[in-house]
């Protein structure tokens, strides 16, 4: 279907019922059950998983198939961030001409930086785009948001006033992003027994956003220009002796990536119109690297699983304190009940970078392929638990 | 590779596909039922305490939620009651809020923007929160504030300094009882006139962000008023840890005074600083040097040590306070956590019983309801003297501590000792001052989410 093998095919389907029954599948447990700690679909969160999955599979057209690290990619963000919240601003709260515009400048703003970066490859490019990231943090944290000439509204984040233009404005629109007059933030709450479902508008157009970027992914994957990008990353220099110059291929990957940032960036400022500075700041930039590698780099499906994660684990993980935890351990002996809690202390709350630290690298150091090998090595398992009798027996040694 | 070949049936089933998905979320646009944003059906009530739990500020995020933590103990009856046996308002009854449990939720705002609005959504979204409190930064403060006025709760401010929190991003949905930028200034000015003189010359550092440049324009401006002259001010990158660069120039300048416009660790780094290039030895004019830093807090001041005694600050409330409220807050504190509470954890502690308050007092927790029932309220007894809530911009006006490092402390905790309290009229100020928004700034329309 759609000019994808069908392997591809099925994988982009599956994608497709994952994002759009997502409100089910994040909300396992009952809105008000011990369990309901860990239920993450709730519209802000889902908006998240699926933004941040485009900004991943963005970055994993540049990182997966041509190498180049860059570890500024957030910059794109950023800037995305801020061209659609001008458009808030300037002409009306409608989304489209906001993602168009996140789109455009992001992709300016990458042909720009990558022209000069790329001219150097491995860490010293990673070390320039990250140069240019925290350049660009910095000129909105303070440079662009004096006084007298305020692009960026520096450390309050730039929002939208009621004294702004916003020359499309209608009394009819609502106040808050809309798409023709569906509000981004307008929810169905479905309620099944004790189940609790949300619905969220918002959400539904970054799904679909999101399912197109992957299609999108899928062809560059496939496509003759992916085969010239992956030959960059295996062997950059046989590449030059053939006669082909890479520099066009990977500032176009750059370029693509970078658009995919803004994408999201966009996306990001018309599910909540505010748009800060720290989303440019390179801790923002490494965890687009972390979410690649955590889900496995070169992968189709890996970053979004790896974005997924890393979110689930910031908003859910964040939000367990003391007073949940010794509810959960209530049923134990008062000493034990509160020695548990000593012990888990450190990795809820406030400790959820330590959890995410360890798990990063249990994964790292015994799937090296990410969550994609893990699940492939899982998948074989079942496979093969079946047959494994008869597969030993008919399996051929090799010839000594 | 690819293939690429169009048949009649594929164009069919794209379209199909297409068409579903740009169909499917005009859907969802009908809203529930509730009242208001969500309304409380069962026996609790869920508060959300917002705080930074990690990054520059945690230390006065975690002093914050020990303070919202007595207070849900203290409106639930538990514990010896602390400031609901002096608050001047006797509608609360110990019975959580309007007979329903007060539970809360926590999240960390990193003291970043965007981590701060993720919370915040995750607790209303998802938690059910009617109200969020707490936060240590007014870049957060003012950005929960917007979100907080667009999804139709209540947010009562925690620290938040910057003029702009209750001026020109003022929102109706939101309130600060902690005191700002404007106020520190007009009650400093007088004391730095009466100890230092009318003729000096000042020298400003500022943090390069909002509260800095807020922070500097009122302080110079009141200083200037009293006939001081502002020799130059110089914007310090955020994420500065060594201000030696700056200092240097400070004593070529001609200037006698430094004003130091950081918080946090950049006040703590600024301060060091200075005290080593020995500018306190200093004279200049024929003067001694001075050092003054406009917003003062426990945490800096033991982060600074031995280097703020004798410097000139302010602060919104101080633990050695002598009212009743003050000392049955640093009691209750004290006898749970083992140590006087922070600048911060009063504002927050406060503000939650402000709010429990004015729920008992509306009989409702519709956010229309307790805005109107806050606005425009004065009260006692929580710690800060006679308070009122302005109705036209959601500022507490009290009055407001002039402190100075302490000579020689007698404890880790009183590092600071009261200069002065000035009374709250001297603070005052209109409320289409042009520092806070002029006369566009408006509070906007109540939004309950309905």
Redesign the interface.
């Known amino acids: ?5 069908k392997k591809d095919t099925s994988l982009l389907i599956i994608v497709a019922i994952l994002t ?1 029954l997502a409100p089910f599948i994040l909300n396992p447990f009952p809105t008000g059950s011990a369990m309901a700690q860990f ?1 993450a679909g ?4 889902m908006q ?1 998983f699926v933004i941040f999955g485009i900004f991943a599979i963005g970055f994993n057209i540049l990182f997966g198939l041509t190498g180049y690290l860059s570890f500024g990619h957030a910059a794109f963000l950023g800037v995305g961030s801020y061209s659609a919240v001008w458009m808030f601003k300037l002409l009306s709260y409608n989304v489209i001409p906001a993602i168009a515009l996140s789109v455009v400048v992001a992709a300016l703003f990458s042909l720009l930086i990558g022209y000069v970066s790329l001219r150097r490859s491995g860490i010293y490019f990673s070390i320039l785009t990250l140069a240019f990231a925290q350049m660009s943090f ?1 000129l909105a ?2 440079v662009l ?1 004096n ?1 007298k000439f305020n692009l960026t ?5 730039l ?1 939208v ?3 702004d233009p916003q020359i499309f404005h209608r009394d009819s629109l609502p106040d ?1 992003p809309h ?1 023709f007059g ?1 509000s981004m ?5 479905l309620d099944i027994g004790a189940w609790s479902f ?4 918002g959400y ?2 970054c799904a ?1 956003i999101m ?1 197109v970027m992957f299609y999108l992914a899928i ?1 560059i994957f ?3 220009f992916g ?1 010239m990008l992956r030959a960059v990353k295996s062997n950059q220099q046989r590449m030059n002796y053939t006669g082909l110059n890479p520099r066009p291929y990977t500032l176009a990957a750059f370029v693509i990536s970078g658009m995919y940032a803004g994408l999201a960036g966009g996306l990001m400022a018309a599910m ?1 119109p ?1 748009a ?1 500075a ?2 440019m700041q390179w801790t923002a930039s490494g965890e687009v690297v972390l979410m690649t590698i955590l889900g496995g780099a070169g992968t189709l499906i890996g970053p979004v699983l790896g974005a997924g994660f890393i979110k689930y684990f ?2 859910i993980f ?2 367990i ?1 003391d007073n949940i935890l010794h509810q959960w351990f209530s049923f134990l002996p008062d000493g034990i009940e509160d020695f548990m809690v000593f012990i888990v202390h450190p990795f809820i ?2 400790g959820w ?1 330590l959890t995410l630290g360890i798990l990063f690298m249990l994964v790292v150091i015994f799937l090296p392929g990410g969550l994609v090998e893990g699940g492939q090595r899982l998948g074989k398992w079942i496979r093969n638990r079946g047959k494994g009798a008869t597969d030993a027996k008919t399996k051929q040694e090799p010839a000594e | 590779m690819s293939n690429n070949e169009l048949t009649r049936r594929g164009l069919l089933r794209t379209g199909a596909v297409a068409g579903a998905g740009v169909a499917l979320p005009t859907i969802f646009t009908a809203s529930s039922a509730a009242a208001y944003t969500n309304e409380p059906t069962g026996g609790t009530v869920t508060l959300g305490f917002n705080v930074p739990q990690t990054g520059p500020y945690a230390d006065e995020g975690n002093d914050e939620l020990l303070a919202q933590q007595l207070a849900v103990e203290h409106l639930n009856g538990e514990g010896d009651g602390g400031c609901l046996n002096t608050f001047t308002s006797k509608a609360l009854k110990g019975n959580g809020i309007l007979g329903k449990k007060v539970t809360f939720v926590t999240g960390d705002t990193q003291t970043k923007s965007d981590a701060a609005r993720a919370s915040a959504k995750s607790m209303i979204e998802k938690d059910g929160a009617i109200m969020i409190n707490g936060g240590s930064s007014s870049g957060v403060a003012v950005a929960v504030q917007g979100l907080c006025q667009d999804a139709g709760v209540i947010f009562m401010a925690g620290l938040t300094h910057s003029n702009d929190t209750t001026g020109k991003d003022r929102k109706k949905n939101g309130f600060r009882h902690f005191f700002n930028a404007y106020m520190s200034a007009a009650a400093l000015a007088p004391v730095l006139s009466k100890e230092m003189g009318a003729d000096r010359r000042a020298y400003h550092l500022t943090a390069d962000y909002t509260w800095g440049w807020t922070q500097q324009e009122s302080i110079a401006a009141a200083t200037e008023a009293m006939g001081w002259e502002t020799v130059n001010n110089v914007l310090t990158p955020l994420a500065s840890t060594d201000f030696s660069s700056y200092i240097a120039p400070v004593l070529n300048s001609g200037a006698d005074v430094l004003v130091l416009n950081h918080y946090g660790g950049n006040m703590v780094n600024s301060l060091t600083n200075a005290i080593q290039f020995g500018l306190l030895d200093k004279v200049a004019n024929g003067k001694d040097f001075k050092i003054v830093v406009p917003l003062y807090s426990e945490l800096m001041a033991a982060g600074a040590g031995e280097n703020i005694k004798g410097v000139l600050g302010s602060m919104n409330y101080n633990w050695q306070l002598d009212n009743e409220g003050s000392k049955a807050f640093v009691k209750s504190f004290g006898e749970k956590y083992g140590k006087p509470p922070s600048n911060s954890a009063q504002t927050c502690y406060a503000q939650v019983l402000l709010y429990a308050d004015a729920c008992e007092r509306a009989g409702t927790f519709n956010p229309c309801g307790v805005a109107e029932a806050l606005e425009g309220f004065e009260f006692d007894g929580l710690g800060n003297g006679k308070t009122l809530y302005r109705a036209e911009d959601h500022q507490c006006f009290k009055d407001v501590l002039v402190v100075r490092g302490a000579q020689n402390p007698t404890n880790a905790y009183d590092t600071l000792e009261i200069v002065e309290v000035t009374p709250v009229e001297q603070v005052m100020y209109a409320p289409d001052h042009p520092m806070f928004g002029g006369a566009e700034a408006s509070l906007g329309e109540c939004n309950s989410g309905a």
């Not at chain 1, 709730?42 to 969160?45: F, N, Q």
């Not at chain 1, 509204?153 to 984040?157: I, S």
């Not at chain 1, 933030?185 to 709450?189: G, I």
């Open positions: 279907m759609l000019g994808l093998d759009l239920n709730y519209p802000d969160l998240r910095a944290y303070s948001s006084p509204n520096g450390e309050t984040g929002q006033y009621a004294d808050m798409l569906l933030r307008s929810t169905y709450k949300d619905f969220n508008a539904y157009l679909v399912m062809r496939r496509s003759p085969m909540d505010l800060g720290e989303r910031e908003n964040s939000k304190n709350g406030k970078h």
